[in-house]
């Protein structure tokens, strides 16, 4: 039960788990929480002591902690970067930019936006997501994989690899339209997009690995796969992932499964404060690409709506801070209370 691999899995079948550290950082944290042998009294480590400090987790493991930055946000700055020195000369050099697509309140209309972090709008999520994965395989470092997510070894269709798929970097729309088929067939919601991105990120790091031109779809659908399990209560089952992409097996599907699960070290939790994180540099990463999230006039249903919630929120407000006072209330009045004489004896 110990070991990292599942009891009922086979080793042989097994890929080699790499450690969530770097070895040189991780060699130097247990070195330095060893004791040294010329004691003799037998030495119990405090679980504070093998706990992994802070500094190296957040260094680590974005997708585990909050106060991480997302990768697909970094890898993103040097084209944001680009683009805004591209759009300050041709200000300069008074090139008109085009006509203005964004939408601005006035005092006549009021714009507001349908998406937050509970309920994020569907259509522009997985654009963003896409966009995160683009920005991962167009700025990789290397082309680190394993052969389970290898196209050219386990084609998702019949149709023949061409030669150069493993060097030719696939567009924005590609990646869109195949996530969109998975999402639109499967009716999956906004929310899954994003766990989808965590586990996509969480895989990455655990396993050291480079999502690249050879591995991308295999590595998106497994994390699609999973995903929509983890999230969605009335789960797709494999084998109806199936009948999406037609030429692919049952067997693969849940060999893939496995594979992904084993490399996640079957850590699949998503905490609160993780998922707003990604979220919100979704939000981010639209707005630095000029991906504005859709804008609809306030009418007079939407804003009694909104009326409601506010009211309802003052409320509970209102109930907290009665509470509160009755709390203190034997506080609030010891200015004035009248106080017995001593007895001396």
Request: glycine share 2%; proline share 5%; charged share 25%.
């Amino acid at each position: 039960m110990g070991n990292t691999v599942s009891c009922c899995v086979s080793p042989e079948s097994s890929p080699k788990l790499p450690s969530r550290l770097p070895a040189e950082r991780l060699e130097e944290f247990q070195t330095s929480t060893e004791v040294s042998d010329d004691n003799t009294v037998p030495y119990l480590q405090h679980i504070s002591d093998r706990e992994i400090p802070d500094e190296l987790a957040l260094e680590s493991n974005p997708s585990d902690h909050a106060r991480a930055s997302t990768i697909f946000l970094s890898k993103s700055q040097t084209d944001v970067r680009d683009k805004r020195k591209s759009n300050h000369i041709n200000h300069i050099s008074h090139v008109s930019p085009g006509p203005m697509s964004k939408k601005y309140s006035s005092c006549s209309t009021i714009f507001i936006d349908d998406s937050t972090v509970s309920q994020p709008n569907l259509k522009s999520t997985i654009k963003c997501v896409t966009l995160a994965i683009y920005y991962h395989i167009k700025n990789r470092d290397s082309d680190r994989s394993l052969d389970i997510f290898d196209e050219k070894l386990h084609p998702l269709s019949r149709e023949p690899v061409p030669d150069d798929y493993s060097r030719i970097d696939p567009e924005h729309k590609l990646i869109y339209r195949f996530v969109r088929t998975l999402f639109s067939a499967a009716q999956l919601t906004a929310e899954c997009a994003i766990v989808t991105l965590v586990y996509l990120e969480r895989l990455l790091t655990y396993a050291e690995l480079d999502i690249c031109p050879a591995n991308w779809k295999r590595i998106v659908l497994g994390a699609i796969l999973l995903a929509s399990k983890v999230w969605d209560d009335q789960a797709v089952w494999n084998v109806d992932y199936c009948q999406i992409l037609k030429d692919i097996t049952v067997e693969d599907m849940n060999e893939m499964e496995r594979h992904f699960l084993e490399l996640l070290q079957f850590n699949i939790n998503v905490p609160a404060s993780v998922y707003a994180k990604y979220y919100f540099d979704l939000r981010q990463l639209a707005d630095d690409n000029n991906l504005s999230f859709p804008l609809e006039p306030l009418n007079n249903q939407r804003a009694q709506k909104l009326e409601a919630i506010s009211r309802l929120c003052e409320d509970k407000y209102k109930e907290l801070s009665r509470s509160a006072m009755r709390r203190s209330f034997s506080a609030d009045n010891l200015i004035g209370v009248r106080r017995s004489n001593a007895v001396l004896s």
